[in-house]
């Protein structure tokens, strides 16, 4: 609550320490340990690049923040091993695969595979027409309770014949 940060629920994997203020990630999203998530940029033409210099309460830069935009990590979103989403990206859509070692610099579209440095798309996990059908159910906001009676579609392929 102190740093705004939002977690969903049944989200896992993220590291709370290393989170930084204004960082919103939705349910059923999951990443490996060892991302690194930034969502501010030190300067370059400075004497120092390091965050202690620009932290008011030491008053080495007396008016002077970093720039910190709000980052949302959809829901249903999976970041990889050694991923790192760096500013200034805002924005992680829903539904969401980041390849491992990745280096995400721009906002990622709902259900988009993305890899690479930087990081691109790489395909979707869907067709347009799922992909805009998964958005506009939003079944993620459902209780457990609710998803219940469907709890068999979660272990069958949405498209094709075996699961990817």
């Not at 204004?22 to 030190?42: C, F, L, M, W």
């Not at 506009?136 to 609710?146: F, G, P």
């Amino acid at each position: 609550k102190h740093y705004d940060i939002h977690i969903g629920d049944y989200t896992d994997g993220f590291d709370v320490s290393q989170l930084k203020a204004k960082t919103r990630i939705g349910r059923y999203s999951d990443s490996h340990p060892t991302v690194i998530i930034q969502n501010a940029e030190h300067p370059k033409n400075t004497l120092s690049t390091n965050a202690l210099f620009y932290h008011p309460a030491f008053g080495f830069t007396e008016g002077y923040e970093l720039d910190r935009v709000e980052l949302e990590i959809g829901n249903d979103v999976y970041i990889g091993q050694n991923a790192m989403i760096l500013y200034p990206t805002k924005r992680i859509g829903d539904g969401a695969l980041i390849a491992a070692g990745s280096v995400v610099i721009e906002d990622v579209p709902p259900y988009a595979i993305v890899g690479g440095y930087p990081a691109r798309v790489l395909r979707y996990r869907f067709s347009k027409e799922k992909i805009a059908e998964l958005l506009k159910s939003r079944w993620w906001e459902a209780s457990l309770e609710q998803l219940e009676p469907i709890k068999d579609q979660f272990m069958r392929p949405l498209e094709g014949d075996k699961i990817r």
